[in-house]
């Protein structure tokens, strides 16, 4: 089911009501009905996917147990274990098996031997990679002793399967998730409005910036052998908030939904293309993946404690996992190479963490064009980094860049239904500056103290909404498909 | 939590009727003239209407519309022909009617401007399919007799899916309860954008799903098949004039055996594909499958080049 459906649109009042009007006295029942809604939200895609949560729900809730009462190390580690196996199984086999075998085949054929392994015709699960990651986390943080394995099932297993956030994130730690899932939640009025107001802010980001771009991308990075220089950063450009306006809207929404039911989801992206470097970036974009990665990969393999080549090491580590993480692409793989390329000199002068405070300190001009430049340079490199992330193999990623930097003249661009492309640029515009003025607050987008400037805001974003609303594009979220 | 739930219901009241005034302020909505059905059973826009047809989101594209007293879209209102002077006559569907544009620039004002001695009747109506074209011509015999000219326009893949005239479902559109919507600017907007799809769609299929009926499966027919016989039927039922009239066509959606029948039946066209095939610009609008400026001005020509050809003066 998508947010921004008509099914969703139903669903969500007849949950919210059950939830706070028929069982708001009884915990265990709030929570069976979070269970049943998160797997009627899934089962709407596909129901036979639900066997897969299903079970990895029953054993995640099994080895806990099992580890709460064992004390001996070496079962522990051997619980510890099989989880990561199942987990991590399920994930290799329906999203990277083709991939490898393909891999496999290729790298034989470039040595001139023709071996015969057939793919198969697999379905990506929707969500596999986002709800594997959060099943995985319980089970790493009982075994290293983080959290008190819980006894009680259908709380654990609305953890796992929790709607707003099963199917692409934010990645909840069970540490902050799970104990809301077990307390007594009460209803709070200002929690309530501002997830609605974030729900509005995250389907604005998605029907008018990210589904608006969404068909003059495609055309442009489909047709990218004949366009010139300028229309193929036009390109890259919507591709990064196209992405951003996606993902980062799906985030809100499903912030808004949770705290509807009362739950707080951490914070996925705060205002990532005002980075001023590529660590800041890092730390804004996507950040329960980051802080996942970080916590169970980074900091395990010894992080940035131990000698310069260990922490070069840990940074490609994480990176190129992230990068595969996404997708089984070498796409997403070189992207994550690309971003780690970027990161690695901030790593080494020791400047990755320059920007980790937010501070409202007020500058003098020459450090406000220094921020400006440092963002500008920031946005630059990413944006190029989103050109091996969209492109469709790694040759078409580096022709695509070739032409950039190559292709000065050309016909201007036309997209084949004609959309005029000043409109675009002019809501990109509108765009920028809103975020920059909400920059300070993730949480609160449309936060304004004065009511008659939250109601025109509501106003302008609905209309926005009608102005850019496009009958004809696919209206399912990119990040679905990892 | 009834705080939330009122707060919601009052903000989004607010909200409706914000949006239906600057919906109005800002003119995005369409305007639609009333239909009926004449005396002669001819399906026609109510005489006398005047408005402006919108298209696309952020108003894309606005044409004026000016329905004369016959009931077309036209310059006109004198629609009555003389034998001495030289008329052409346009039949055709939204295309030729032409909503698109201001009616001041349709085809035929285009291809008046290039032969000032003949005057182009237009008649135009969004959705006619050939039965419907073929009727209107027959309906008003009187009036086509003396006109020299009939260039009737034929969207191959949508104009024979019948090869009988029948009044069509059209004008149930005009229903009291759809003339009281039309009352709010907002609704009809929402309604051309496609907003309501979704809603429609999913009322669809949960009645399809309630009364236990399956998607038909898509049989493979003969399409090609099917629109030359109900060519021929209609051509026949309405005893086609292959002097007077000429088809105004898009080879390229045309099967390749209604083509042949064409020529074999020395049947007049007029082919307007390769032209349109040759121009790089867009032919066609935005959010819309209308032609263009560019568009018509092509179809303009081609009209004009044919009846440059044709010596319709000298014959005269």
Redesign the interface.
Known sequence: MLFNSIDFAIFLPVVFILYWFVLNRNLKAQNLLLLVASYVFYGWWDWRFLSLIAFSTLVDYTLGVLLGKEEKESKRKIYLWISVIVNLGFLGFFKYYNFFVESFVDAFTFFGQDIKVGSLSIILPVGISFYTFQTLSYTIDVYKRNLEPTKKFIAFAAFVSFFPQLVAGPIERASNLLPQILKKRTFNYCEAKDGLRLMLWGLFKKVVIADSLSPIVNDIFSNYSTLSSPVLIMGAVFFAFQIYGDFSGYSDIAIGTSKLFGIELMSNFKFPYFSKNIGEFWRRWHISLSTWFRDYLYIPLGGSRGSKMVGIRNVFAIFLVSGFWHGANWTFIFWGLFHALLFLPSFLIGTNRKYAEVKNTRLNVLAMISNVYRTLLTFILVTIGWVFFRSETITDSFSYLKRIGSSFSGIPYIHPNGYRLVDYIVLLVFFIVYEYIIRNNERKPIGFKNRYVRLFVYILLVFLMLLFYDDGVDRSFIYFQF | ?K??IL??VI?SL??VL??EL?VRVFH?HNERPERYLDEYGVEKWVPNQEGYSVTG??K?NVGAYRINNFGFNSVYDDYTVSKDSIEVAIVGDSFIEGFHQNYTNSISRKVEKKLPNIKVLEFGYAGYNLSEELNLIASYNHLFKDIDRVVIYMRYTDDLITGEYKVSGRLSLDTPVNRLLKKSKLIV??KD???F???KD?IAATINFVKGVKTPEVKETNKDAIYLANFKKLIKTYNYDKEKNVLLLDYSLCSSEFLSYLKQNNFKTIDFSSDFIKSK??K????DQHWNNLGREIIADEIVNYIKNENIELVK
């Open positions: 939590m705080r939330v707060k919601f903000y607010v909200l914000a949006l600057l995005l989101n952020r894309q907007y929402a954008i496609g907003a799809d979704p809603i999913k610009e867009p066609t609008l935005i959010y």
